[in-house]
């Protein structure tokens, strides 16, 4: 199991479970499939500040990345998996 755990700039920290897996679509690492998902969306490219997005739930859910965010992806024991935060 995965959990994603967002800081805010204002220091406020949430938790989602995305379960058994989830996928990271970084703008710098997938720049196609970061594109395909801010059409989904219909996000006009100049009106958001976000970096990447995670997706779970078999692809059925989103979460975008803001960059003024910090991001961890923490395994099912509570140990941090990975820092996905902006860089």
Request: a neutral charge; one cysteine or more.
């Amino acid at each position: 199991m995965f959990v994603l755990r967002r800081i805010t700039s204002e220091n406020l920290e949430s938790n989602t479970n995305l379960g058994e897996s989830y996928v990271l679509i970084d703008h710098e690492k997938n720049k196609e499939e970061y594109e395909k998902t801010v059409k989904a969306m219909k996000w006009d490219k100049d009106d958001y500040s976000c970096y990447g997005f995670i997706s779970y739930n078999e692809g059925n859910k989103l979460i975008p990345l803001y960059k003024k965010s910090t991001y961890f992806i923490m395994a099912s024991n509570g140990q941090t998996f990975a820092n996905i935060s902006f860089k």
